[in-house]
Structures are given as C-alpha cells and as structure tokens.
C-alpha cells in the first residue's frame, strides 16, 4: 500500500502567478482533505472533496480552488500567489462511512513564492 | 467554533525523563481528539485518538493520553523520553456531530527536544 502521495515535492514560484498541486489517496478512499501549515504553524482546513464535489470549506479566499477525479485524486489549485501562500501543503485522505474514520496525510507539498 | 491551545511551543526533556505535552481545547459539542506527531521535512502521523469510551487511550511508541472533559483538556504522556521522540507534536479538535464529515482544527504544535 503506498499510503498518500503528493506531488511535486517542493515548488518555487514568483507572486502572481498559478500553481496546481496534485495528491493521490490511499487506496481504497474516497475523500480528500487539504490543509496548509505555514511556517510554525498548525495545519489549517482549506477543503475537502468527496464525490467530485466540494463538500466542506475553511476560511480560505476563492484563488483556492481544488477537484476531485473518478479515481478519488484531488488537485489543489491556488491562483494569484502571494508571498503568505508559502507553506507545506497537506493533503489528507480518508474513507467516508458512519462513523469515525481516520484521516491518513501524505508527506506534503512545500510551495515558496517569491 | 472549535479552537485548540497547546501550552508551550518548546519542551525540552532529557532522555528517561517523562513527557507532558499540554493541549486545551474549546468545542460546543461532544469532540473527536488527536494528537499527531510530525518528523522534519514530513507528513502527519496519528499518535493516538479519543472519540468514545475510555477516557485514558493509549497510542503508538509508549504515548497515552488522558481526555478530562471537565478540564477541556487531552494532555499527551510519556513515561520516559527516547531520543527518537523529537519531533513536532500537534493537538487536534474534530466535530463529533458530522460523523465522518470531519475538518482537523489543530493547534500551533509543541516542538520536543529531547537531550541525552
């Protein structure tokens, strides 16, 4: 089982411009979340997608945008960067039951703007 | 709102020694509670949970914690450190009432370092 992925590892990128992150679930789960933790910081909820659809969201502006695949992958798409969007960005996969379920977190995207 | 305080950004123990890790958290219903742990340059791991039941859970690599409803607290132990326990922890809140429609509000996280 290869757990969560994400790609790519490290990301540089100039203020204004768009960037796509991708993750791929653990096998088997259907639903993915993603968090940012900037620097020092707890991860923060941006969203999470189940059934291609956005189904929940934090407090995060629209240049956030994200989709979900048939196969339950998920891209995460941040337009207009900004220098505060440099972070590591979390993607979290689980399996949608009743119930609790535990959210399983992929090694992360560590994006820098310049 | 759900909201998670953890109680000192840097512990600092000797190895042997025990290890406490504080996290507070706020929530007007019944909370899922997580501590992860976090190595440099990776992901989250799930140390341990609370959900229902026994309020003393224990987790993986000799941690345990104690959920006091009363307290509001989930207070992360361990009865002696080993050097490979260094690493950031983090405090997490979910809301029980969405079943598995549930969002982490984590805490700023408590970096451990642990001195031979």
């Known amino acids: 089982d290869a757990g969560v992925t994400q790609s790519p590892t490290h990301l540089i990128k100039t203020r204004g411009q768009q960037v796509t992150l991708r993750c791929s679930p653990k096998?088997?789960?259907?639903?993915v979340s993603w968090y940012q933790q900037a620097l020092g910081q707890g991860p923060q909820f941006i969203f999470q997608y189940y059934e291609e659809e956005e189904r929940q969201r934090g407090n995060f502006p629209d240049r956030f945008s994200g989709h979900q695949f048939p196969n339950y992958s998920s891209e995460l798409n941040v337009n207009a960067l900004l220098l505060g969007d440099s972070a590591l960005y979390l993607c979290?996969?689980?399996?949608?039951?009743?119930?609790?379920?535990?959210?399983?977190f992929g090694p992360g995207t560590r994006l820098t703007v310049l | 709102a759900q909201s998670v305080t953890q109680l000192g950004s840097h512990v600092s123990v000797s190895e042997g020694a025990l290890v406490l890790l504080r996290c507070n958290y706020s929530?007007?219903?019944?909370?899922?509670l997580f501590w992860y742990v976090q190595y440099p340059n990776q992901g989250l791991q799930l140390l341990l949970k609370y959900t229902t039941g026994a309020t003393l859970v224990k987790g993986i690599n000799g941690f345990e914690a104690e959920f006091k409803k009363s307290e509001t607290s989930f207070h992360l132990t361990k009865p002696s450190a080993h050097m490979s326990d260094a690493a950031e922890y983090f405090c997490a809140v979910s809301d029980s009432s969405g079943g598995s429609n549930y969002k982490l509000t984590f805490g700023k996280g408590t970096l451990l370092t642990v001195n031979p």
């Open positions: 929530s007007s219903v019944p909370p899922y």
């Open positions: 096998s088997g789960h259907d639903t």
């Open positions: 979290a996969s689980s399996l949608r039951d009743r119930g609790f379920v535990e959210q399983f």
